[in-house]
Every structure is written in structure tokens, then in C-alpha cells.
């Protein structure tokens, strides 16, 4: 009888293994295909410090040129701050006024794409923006498996930004991301078919 309990026991977790798998994809594939850039927040939701911590923890997870981590981000959660930031991303601030929370993301120049202070290749700092796109997927793929929205301007005042928050010359600005929950669902813009963006050798 014990010999046939471990073997039942055995076949349930050998099932539960084969199966985590195909469950892990599937939530993830929900992720990808239920993020959108939201340009519409529910302004009765608010997002805790805690959340937005435990949100950034999960972008560090996300690969950097020599592990460099050059991504900065600077978050905005105050009403007065918000205020601020929403006349730095130009015509968005109708779009993004009810989101409670905004984040400056930037990249430190001349770490990814060097070498002992050494420019490694021709795209150089290219390489920073590449690690800090990277890590803002990271951002955008968790916000949304913790039931937020974002959307990542690249329209803002790099310079107020720089002023209103101390971000030093040897960080390059590149978008302010919006974070907060969806008003309404988004519609999803068509995509190209695969063969005009991809080639197989």
C-alpha cells in the first residue's frame, strides 16, 4: 500500500512539473497581450511606494552590458512634484493627468559600450539607451502583470526635468514613463505581418 502512494504521489508531481511550464506561458503571453500604451488613468486608484518598490526591484532583474546597470530612475509620487512633471512632457499632459505616479528613467553615460573608459564600438553611448529600453520593458511587462498601465513619453523638457530633480549632466534623459490604472480599455493598433520585419537564413 506504501509503495503504491509514493507511486501516485510520484505521477502527481511529474504532472504538476510538466504542466508549470505551459502555465508560466500562458501568463505571461496575457501580459504581452494585454499591455497597452494607456493614454486614459482611473484617477479614483492610487499606487502605494511599496508597490512602486517592488515594481523597480523586478526592472533590476533586467540584462545590462557587463551588468552595469546604467538605468536611473527618478519616481514623482507627491501632488506638488506631479504638478510639476505634468508641464515637462508637452502635449500628454491631457493624456496622463489622472496617473499618480510618473517615472524619469535615464541611463549613466559611458558605462555600457565601454571598456576601462574605452569606447568599445561605434554605437558607444547607443549602448546605454539599448540597456535602458531594456530595462524599461522590464518596467512596462511587470507594471502590467501587477494589474497597472504605463505609457513611456518621449516628449518632456529634458532640461526642467534635469532642474526640478537633480538629475546630473552625466545622465542622459530619455522618457518619462506614466503608471497608474487604465480608464477604459485600450484598442490594440494592427501590427505589421511578421515577413516585413523579420528574415530567416
Known sequence: MKKIAQLFLGLAVAVSCAQAPQQAGVAFDEVLASRRSVRSYD?????????????????????????????????????????????????????????PVFIVST???????????????????GWGAYDNGLSNAYLI?????????????GMRDSDALRSAFGIPESETVMAVIAL?????????????PL???VKFF
Open 141 to 153: 511587462l511587470k507594471a502590467r502583470a501587477m494589474g497597472f498601465d504605463t505609457l513611456i513619453m
Open 195 to 197: 515577413d516585413d520585419v
Open 107 to 125: 541611463f549613466e553615460k559611458g558605462k555600457s559600450g565601454f571598456f576601462q573608459g574605452t569606447q568599445t564600438n561605434e554605437i558607444g553611448d
Open 43 to 99: 484617477p479614483s486608484r492610487t499606487i502605494s511606494e511599496t508597490e512602486v518598490r517592488d515594481l523597480l526591484i523586478a526592472t533590476q532583474e533586467a540584462p545590462s552590458w557587463a551588468n552595469q546597470e546604467p538605468t536611473k530612475y527618478y519616481v514623482v509620487m507627491s501632488e506638488e512634484k506631479r504638478a510639476a512633471i505634468l508641464e515637462m512632457v508637452g502635449r500628454n499632459k491631457e493624456r496622463v493627468a489622472e496617473a
Open 180 to 192: 497608474g490604472y487604465r480608464a477604459a480599455e485600450p484598442t490594440r493598433p494592427d501590427r505589421r
